[in-house]
């Protein structure tokens, strides 16, 4: 694989395409009739970073330059994902936080911080209404896709409430409390929102099934129930009863069957525990279908309410991989999510469906070394260690079962070992039977109505409230209109300037016009530096009209108010009134200068 060549002049032309591309800033304040939230379950930043470079080398290029699809967003945030009790968050708190809006304690459901782990009490007044809830108050279609279990920690969230993300089937909660709390497959299938969730898709039929079923081949097809329901067939009967078209499907055969047109409620279970890595997935008719299509048949059905709908679709396999040090698979996984994305894009459009990628948390996965340009995300350093003279990863984790501590060297030779193996497991630093997740923040990716208000650091509970207010639904419907109406006049307004520090006086400018002139210089930096810009870009020369994008400067000035070329004292108040209504940053920053 040969390096391209690349001078100061690629880089240059690559930025300046960056710049024209966001100075086109159009921020769109429609009412989202659809919301589609994509979760990677534990696609931290380095997971981001090692799949868009794998990514590329699959493609035949050096992988550094590559593009994953929300990587094209024009808006991005960080998330911070800790819960009430714990400094590095558990999938099921984490869910609710970004599914409820409202942060709760490890290795819970659907509760606030009152409910207390495997106190199933303390769950009867710590339930909480979550996005599913506000989307159906409003007539909305709801659908859930993902790899895991349907009634895993992530998925839960949408619509079960349970002191431990555990208590999937009756068999798993005490029996001295399995008369007072519902598991959570029997939650999603005789209670709201669950019962009215349109599509739901994944793994877990074992806890849909009782221990002895008719017709199970092997003991690893039995249900985990020990109360005897068979709840897919209470599922077939609820929507019977309530006249509505419905499919239940197993394989890939059958999900390709279902004729989105002729269905409006569709249960698939197309395995006993989880779905299949993406690398391990049998695509044939008795096996499974990918995340990209049962993401797109969701659309499909989903799409055919005339109110809209919310999606939720969990890449939840990347954890799991993650946990067994196994980063092969957690990236590829990556990518089958990407896909989805991809074909949720190609099914949508911008100005009516609001789609956001985000994580739940991440993991403990490193990336670093000296590798040189183009270096195989999954191979070796391009130099051995300088302590043991062995090679090593450029892709770690920091615990987890990768530790090795029967070598007498102290770790594994890697010499002639194929680490591109997807069953090769990455070596870590502390032994532990599974990796911990990271603490870290985790990035949000935004694209369609009001995409601009996932910008900054936001605590993980924002981004249901958001998601809520530009659909116009839950906590945030009341006033959600006159709130926009508000923001647009904002736009629009033209600012005044007090005639008595500017008009007619040599006196200073107030400090009114100081900070109007500066927080509008800032909005408009700001909406140079976003999206997942290569860090040549960074505007500061075109905010000043120096370096490399002087020379258009005046021209860009005259066509934004005609500031004169010279440098002196300009009318603040009339560039004030004309930068409102066109802004340009040549001219924000002449106007600063000036006062």
Not at 8 to 35: C, F, G, M, P, T
Not at 230 to 237: G, K, M, P, S
Not at 482 to 490: D, T, V
Request: aromatic share 8%; glycine share 8%.
């Amino acid at each position: 694989m040969s390096i391209p060549f690349a001078d100061r002049w690629h880089w240059y032309h690559q930025a300046k395409s960056q710049l024209l591309r966001n100075l086109e800033d159009d921020r769109n304040y429609n009412v989202a009739k659809n919301i589609i939230l994509f979760i990677g379950d534990g696609m931290g930043m380095t997971t981001v970073t090692a799949a868009r470079i794998l990514r590329g080398q699959l493609g035949g290029n050096t992988g550094e330059e590559a593009e994953l699809a929300f990587d094209k967003f024009p808006y991005v945030a960080l998330a911070k994902t800790y819960n009430t009790d714990s400094q590095v968050g558990d999938s099921g708190a984490c869910a609710t936080a970004l599914l409820c809006g409202v942060k709760g304690r490890f290795e819970t459901v659907g509760l606030d911080d009152s409910g207390r782990y495997e106190k199933c009490e303390s769950s009867f007044q710590s339930r909480i209404p979550c996005l599913a809830d506000w989307a159906q108050a409003e007539g909305k279609s709801t659908g859930l896709v993902t790899t895991t279990r349907v009634t895993h920690a992530t998925p839960a969230a949408m619509f079960g409430h349970s002191a431990s993300r555990y208590w999937e089937s009756d068999s798993k909660i005490p029996e001295e409390d399995r008369k007072l709390c519902k598991d959570i497959a029997r939650q999603l299938v005789e209670n709201d929102p669950g019962r009215n969730i349109n599509v739901i898709l994944g793994g877990g039929r074992c806890h849909f099934l009782p221990r002895i079923e008719d017709g199970a081949q092997n003991p690893t097809d039995m249900g985990k129930r020990e109360d005897g329901q068979n709840l897919i067939d209470a599922w077939h009967e609820d929507k019977k009863t309530r006249g509505l078209k419905h499919k239940y499907v197993a394989s890939k055969k059958e999900f390709d069957k279902v004729d989105p047109r002729n269905t409006d409620y569709l249960l698939g279970l197309f395995n006993y525990g989880h779905m299949a890595y993406e690398v391990d997935r049998d695509s044939s008719p008795e096996g499974e279908p990918s995340l990209a299509e049962m993401t797109r048949k969701s659309i499909e059905i989903l799409r055919k309410n005339p109110r809209g709908y919310f999606l939720m679709v969990e890449g939840g396999r990347i954890d799991h991989s993650h946990h067994f040090n196994n980063a092969h698979r957690a990236l590829t996984d990556t990518l089958a999510l990407e896909d989805a994305v991809a074909a949720a894009l190609e099914l949508t459009r911008a100005d009516d469906t609001l789609v956001v990628v985000t994580a739940d948390h991440s993991h403990v996965f490193a990336f670093g070394g000296n590798p040189k340009r183009g270096n195989p995300i999954l191979g070796v350093d391009s130099k051995l260690s300088d302590v043991d003279n062995m090679p090593y990863t450029t892709l770690l984790y920091a615990n987890g079962p990768g530790y090795k501590r029967d070598f007498p060297t102290g770790r594994e030779n890697l010499t002639g070992t194929n680490t591109d193996d997807k069953n090769y497991v990455q070596q870590s630093a502390v032994p532990r039977r599974w990796d911990t997740h990271g603490g870290e923040d985790v990035p949000v990716y935004a694209r369609g109505p009001m995409a601009h208000l996932f910008r900054g650091v936001l605590e993980q509970t924002y981004i249901p409230h958001a998601l809520a207010y530009a659909a116009c639904i839950g906590p945030q419907r009341d006033d959600c209109e006159r709130r926009r109406k508000q923001q647009q006049e904002f736009q629009r307004q033209v600012i005044e300037c007090p005639s008595a520090h500017v008009h007619g006086s040599s006196r200073r400018p107030g400090l009114d016009v100081w900070w109007t002139v500066l927080v509008a210089v800032w909005r408009q930096l700001v909406i140079y530096i976003r999206g997942v810009p290569e860090q040549t870009y960074i505007p500061l020369a075109y905010a000043a009209c120096i370096g490399p994008q002087r020379d258009d400067c005046e021209r860009r000035a005259k066509a934004a108010g005609g500031v004169p070329a010279s440098g002196h004292r300009v009318s603040v108040c009339a560039r004030v009134h004309r930068l409102v209504e066109s802004p340009s940053l040549d001219v924000l920053w002449t106007v600063l200068v000036a006062v």
